[in-house]
């Protein structure tokens, strides 16, 4: 299968069985999806060799590790150094998440930090290493996330 194609109810039932829970025990997927634990076993083999299901981790909490504040940073790469930004803010370890966009900014950064001046520092050291100019917004609260599987509508 293509990544996302040939996905039915019963794959989308189990990818958001395992967003809510990626260390659920066969059994629970099984009970959860009403499917038997073979063809849970089958089914998770198979999304996982097809990439649709990409691993497995732990989501940390930011605050837990001292880095309460986070902030998405705009980036407005010169069209000669947009491709190496990827790289570049892979190697500053407050980056988190790092997206190509479309509009006027070229890239999408999320950063966690511990503080303001951390931010400060973080953005000082992306603004030195992209040489461009930035647009911060700062996080105030989380009211939710979700994975794209608990949002993906049955088809």
């Known amino acids: 299968m293509a990544r996302g194609e040939g996905l039915d109810s019963a794959?989308?039932?189990?990818?958001?069985?395992?967003?809510?829970?990626?260390?659920?025990?066969?059994?629970?997927?099984a009970q959860t999806t009403g499917m038997c634990v073979s063809t849970v076993q089958n089914r998770v083999?198979?999304?996982e060799e097809a990439g649709?299901?990409?691993g497995y981790r732990a989501l940390v909490d930011p605050a837990a590790v001292g880095r309460p504040i986070s902030a998405f940073v705009e980036i407005y790469a010169e069209p000669d150094d947009e491709d190496g930004v990827?790289?570049?803010?892979?190697?500053?370890?407050?980056?988190t998440a790092c997206w190509s966009v479309a509009g006027e900014a070229t890239h999408l950064?999320?950063?966690?930090?511990?503080?303001?001046q951390a931010l400060d520092h973080v953005l000082s050291r992306i603004r030195?290493?992209?040489?461009?100019?930035t647009r911060i917004t700062m996080v105030?609260?989380?009211h939710f996330e979700r994975s794209a599987a608990a949002t993906t509508p049955d088809q």
């Open 140 to 142: 105030l609260r989380t």
């Open 109 to 116: 950064v999320k950063i966690s930090v511990a503080d303001a």
């Open 86 to 95: 990827p790289e570049i803010l892979e190697g500053i370890e407050e980056v």
């Open 128 to 133: 030195a290493a992209v040489r461009t100019r």
């Open 52 to 54: 649709v299901i990409a």
């Open 45 to 47: 083999r198979k999304l």
């Open 11 to 29: 794959d989308r039932r189990l990818l958001a069985a395992l967003a809510a829970d990626g260390r659920a025990k066969l059994s629970a997927l």
